[in-house]
């Protein structure tokens, strides 16, 4: 090994070396002076004739730390951020007029029963006032000094004698003074009653009012309390934080390693309607630990537990916390009213174009829908249906933008898009399944037909390959934004029949559509496998997860890792109704309440919606009374005929199948290839259309076009096909 230089070498301290071919060595080199001298651990390599001793934990030396521009810090804001955000700063506005002039409203309406109150109290104040004078006319504080010197008995010592002759004298000035100050009052009033009666009543009303101040109750207050709470919430302190985690059990953390935990500037404040504290948690321990015992942290903080929202930051390390604490429940707020609810358009095209809701601390949620698609899931009951509202009608604020709408619960709930919707249906059953299955084949039709579009559109005028504003204004090219919304998704992918159709239909859409302008946005009661393919909540990229069960329905909203990152929409409860777990719509996960937008508001939404198009041209389709859907009753041919005509052997592979039936019927049994091209069935898509008739396709064997000998393959057997046409 190549010696050390000496100021590369430091005195060895005390403490463990490293193990392995490393032992320590005894020989250690010159200790640096003794007040620059770093403690090092020391080690030696044993292979070798010589013992060179190396530094483990080498002393920092000059050149070797980074340049102060060379250091990542992280700044705090000049502004505080409320300052700087318009919304925010309205919310402030709001909030200090309303602190102003509530208090002022409140009192003044109730002020004549304040009046009443104290006239009410103004008897006892009376006597209470009377019994104060009496008591100090009779000058009753000395009649107990009196009577103790007295001892019980007549005495005649000059200490009782003393205290009498002061008494009586006392006893006669102050009868005196309450004589005149009487007589001053009556003669005061006679004269006001005769010279100035409106001065003799209103010293009449502030007499009865002064004594009813004097003779009011504390149990029943005059002025009443304008707030209805008990007060401001405890404010959050580092020993309030360090205690509830300490007493969480979470593993790893006991009440001695909560001593280790380390707050990160600017230490805890206020931030929205709560409290924010930013914390290492101690070595060993993650966030995904203190989510897994949110409950007993919010027990040990003494807060409700929709008050208590921990978070992390995992592009610092996995055990950076962000723990908000609310000032209220986010369960039990109002309603959060629609920003657009009123006024306002959309801009598809903008980022973060349409307000959503608010996260807990209060701040607006924003998403962006172009070039993204959205996965929302959630169980039963858990406000999946109002969540989506508010993106389908703000599409629809959009003028230039055109909305499919399928609702497959076959209510009213999305019925403000009727006004301008392009396609709209609303039903449960097959005619709902097959109109959003036909929805999403011309879907996938429109985006093949995009992309010939755009490849003749100059490199100037999109330069990134996707479709602007620009272009998306000029009517004659067709590449305005849309928006395909389906409800209730569960129905269309699971059905037995079409499902696999279509789950493979929209994993193509949102692949291929993201740069066209084509938006895709799925609403599932029941996230799992068979109800959400793989294939498109892979790739989904807005996701909203509100209450579920279970970690497998978690990460397939949420994506892979989703409920070991601590992304957990299982924590939520019945009452946290419209809330859920955003991912995608910014660049951290956070939790997010939707405005709740009802009914009836929502079909005045679609009314605004529809005059805007009106104005701009834009109204097509069923809005426009040039669309609507008729169910389909099939084809006028049969697919197991089909199959019969062109198998004469007792089995054929499926492939062979496909090939033949695009040779005779190439409109009948076309798919369409990734560069648009028409071609021949895959054997899956074989297999999934047979599958409604019973028959199976299995391993045949059998021989393929072009080859001598018979091979082992996925294929079909004639009986089956002959035995499902006698059953159909």
């Not at 009033?189 to 009012?209: C, K, M, N, R, S």
């Not at 002025?223 to 302190?237: E, I, N």
């Amino acid at each position: 090994m190549t010696e050390l230089p000496d100021d590369d070498m430091a005195t060895p301290a005390p403490g463990k070396l490293l193990a392995g071919p490393w032992t320590p060595t005894l020989d250690t080199p010159a200790a640096l002076d003794a007040e620059d001298a770093i403690p090092v651990t020391v080690a030696v390599e044993l292979d070798g004739d010589g013992a060179d001793p190396v530094p483990v934990d080498r002393p920092a030396l000059v050149g070797e730390a980074l340049a102060p521009w060379e250091r990542q810090a992280e700044r705090r804001p000049v502004l505080a951020p409320w300052l700087l955000d318009p919304e925010a700063r309205r919310a402030a506005v709001v909030w200090s007029a309303g602190a102003v002039l509530h208090p002022v409203a409140f009192h003044a309406v109730r002020a004549p029963l304040y009046v009443l109150r104290l006239a009410a109290n103004a008897p006892r104040g009376a006597l209470r006032l009377v019994k104060l004078a009496g008591r100090w006319v009779l000058d009753w504080e000395s009649h107990g000094l009196i009577a103790g010197a007295a001892g019980g008995s007549v005495d005649t010592s000059p200490a009782y004698l003393a205290l009498t002759r002061q008494r009586d004298g006392r006893l006669k000035r102050r009868a005196s003074i309450a004589g005149s100050v009487l007589l001053v009052a009556g003669v005061g009033d006679t004269l006001l009653w005769y010279l100035e009666p409106a001065g003799f009543w209103g010293g009449t009303v502030a007499a009865i009012l002064g004594l009813g101040l004097a003779g009011r109750r504390k149990d029943k207050p005059v002025v009443s309390s304008r707030v209805t709470g008990a007060g401001a919430p405890p404010r959050l302190t580092s020993d309030a934080i360090v205690r509830a985690l300490g007493a969480a059990s979470i593993r790893n953390l006991s009440d001695r390693a909560a001593e280790q935990i380390d707050f990160i500037a600017p230490g805890i404040g206020r931030d929205g309607h709560g409290w924010r504290a930013e914390l290492d948690l101690p070595f060993g321990v993650t966030v995904s630990d203190v989510l897994d015992a949110r409950s007993r942290v919010a027990s040990g903080l003494r807060r409700p537990l929709g008050a208590v929202w921990p978070e992390g930051r995992p592009e610092v390390h996995p055990g950076r916390l962000i723990l908000f604490v609310g000032d209220h429940d986010l369960s039990t707020l109002p309603p959060i009213p629609w920003a657009l609810e009123r006024s306002g358009t959309v801009d598809l095209f903008a980022p973060g174009s349409i307000p959503w809701g608010t996260d807990p601390r209060g701040r607006p949620v924003k998403v962006g829908l172009f070039e993204n698609n959205v996965l929302i899931g959630a169980i039963p009951g858990a406000g999946k249906t109002a969540a989506l509202r508010p993106l389908v009608l703000a599409v629809g604020l959009d003028p230039l933008s055109e909305s499919w709408v399928f609702n497959l619960k076959g209510n009213r709930d999305l019925s403000g898009a009727e006004l301008f919707a392009t396609r709209y249906v609303s039903s449960m059953g097959p005619a709902g399944v097959q109109a959003a299955l036909e929805g999403l084949r011309d879907l996938k039709k429109e985006i093949l037909r995009r992309t010939e579009v755009m490849a003749g559109i100059p490199e100037a005028l999109a330069p990134d390959g996707s479709v602007t504003r620009e272009l998306a204004a000029r009517r004659e090219l067709g590449l305005h934004p849309l928006v395909m919304t389906i409800d209730e998704a569960q129905n269309l992918f699971s059905d037995s029949k079409v499902g696999e159709e279509a789950g493979q239909l929209a994993e193509d859409c949102i692949k291929l559509g993201r740069a066209f302008g084509v938006i895709l946005m799925l609403a599932t009661q029941r996230p799992d496998k068979e109800s959400v393919p793989t294939g498109v909540s892979a790739n989904v990229s807005i996701r909203f997860c509100l209450r579920v069960m279970g970690q497998v329905e978690n990460d397939m909203v949420l994506g892979t890792s989703a409920y070991k990152n601590g992304i957990r929409a299982t924590t939520l409860r019945p009452s946290d109704k419209g809330i859920g777990m955003l991912v995608g719509g910014g660049d951290e996960p956070t939790v997010v309440r939707t405005a709740y937008i009802q009914i009836p508001e929502s079909k005045k939404i679609g009314a605004r919606a529809r005059a805007m198009r009106i104005a701009a041209g834009t109204l097509t389709g069923y809005a426009a009374g040039q669309w609507a859907y008729t169910e389909d009753t099939g084809p006028d041919y049969s697919l197991i005929a089909d199959l019969l005509q062109v198998m004469a052997e007792p089995k054929a592979h499926s492939a062979t199948l496909c090939g033949r039936l695009y040779a005779h019927w190439p409109e009948r049994y076309a798919a369409t290839g990734p560069d648009g091209e028409r071609m021949p069935w895959a054997a899956e898509t074989l297999a999934a259309a047979l599958k409604p008739f019973g028959v199976t396709t299995k391993q045949v064997w059998a021989k393929s076009p072009g080859v001598d000998t018979g091979t082992n393959r996925n294929g079909v057997e004639r009986a089956d096909l002959v035995a499902a046409a006698k059953n159909s």
